[in-house]
């Protein structure tokens, strides 16, 4: 079992830029198919960001982030990265890193805040 610490939100302005990471516990990332960011904003759905296909190290993004978000790995310290730059305020919401070995994303953080205002 796997335990997913994020770190690395905050309060920033429009235009700026933050990194998450995402620590895993107790496995490493190898041991998994896919490593992935997902965010909740107040009042949505729980919506996909990006993702790290191990076996291929390509990259998803979602539409909504991608040239601006990118999702690396530090495999020496078992660390995910989202680099996030030119943050909008549309950007703010709990973000959440998860693992997925087979079919679902079964291990997931305790997610971290990142806040962008206008």
């Known amino acids: 079992q796997v335990q997913l610490v994020e770190s690395g939100g905050g309060l920033v302005q429009t235009g700026d830029s933050l990194r998450l990471s995402c620590v895993a516990h107790g496995r490493t990332f190898n041991f998994y198919a896919m490593m992935g960011w997902f965010r909740k904003a107040p009042g949505k759905e729980r919506e996909f960001v990006a993702a790290?296909?191990?076996?291929?190290?390509?990259?998803n993004y979602s539409d909504s982030v991608r040239g601006r978000f990118t999702i690396s790995m530090e495999n020496s310290k078992n660390t995910m990265y989202l680099q996030m730059n030119n943050l909008k305020p549309e950007d703010t919401a709990v973000y959440y890193c998860?693992?997925?070995?087979?079919?679902?994303?079964?291990?997931w953080g305790q997610g971290t805040q990142v806040t962008v205002s206008s």
């Open positions: 790290f296909i191990g076996s291929t190290r390509r990259t």
């Open positions: 998860a693992t997925k070995r087979g079919g679902n994303w079964d291990y």
